[in-house]
């Protein structure tokens, strides 16, 4: 797969990295001690965590492109804060 730019609208500034597998570690590390909300947890860790990536290497193999919304905090003043991953050619 070519290069990847992934980045967390309020929390990581977009970031190009040479391949999906450098960029999840990052993004899990940014992401998770984060106050997300518990029912989104799990999804997150199974797409971006330490055995996570194949939804986001499908997605990004058919569409170039895979996103999805972190809502961190508790009801009702969580935030919202767009995750998103694009592959990158030069």
């Known amino acids: 797969m070519s290069s990847v ?3 967390i609208s ?5 970031t190009l990295f040479p391949s999906l597998d450098h960029a999840l570690p990052v993004l899990w590390e940014r992401v998770r001690d984060l ?3 518990e029912a989104h947890r799990d999804f997150i ?3 971006i965590g ?4 194949a939804a986001v290497a499908n997605g990004l ?9 972190l809502y961190l905090g508790e009801t009702p ?4 804060h767009p995750l998103t991953i694009t ?3 030069p």
């Open 5 to 7: 730019r992934a980045g």
């Open 10 to 14: 309020g929390i990581m500034l977009p």
């Open 35 to 37: 106050p997300v909300r």
């Open 45 to 47: 860790r199974l797409c």
């Open 50 to 53: 330490p055995t996570g990536g």
């Open 61 to 69: 193999t058919r569409s170039g492109r895979w996103s999805t919304t």
């Open 77 to 80: 003043r969580w935030t919202a």
């Open 87 to 89: 592959t990158h050619r």
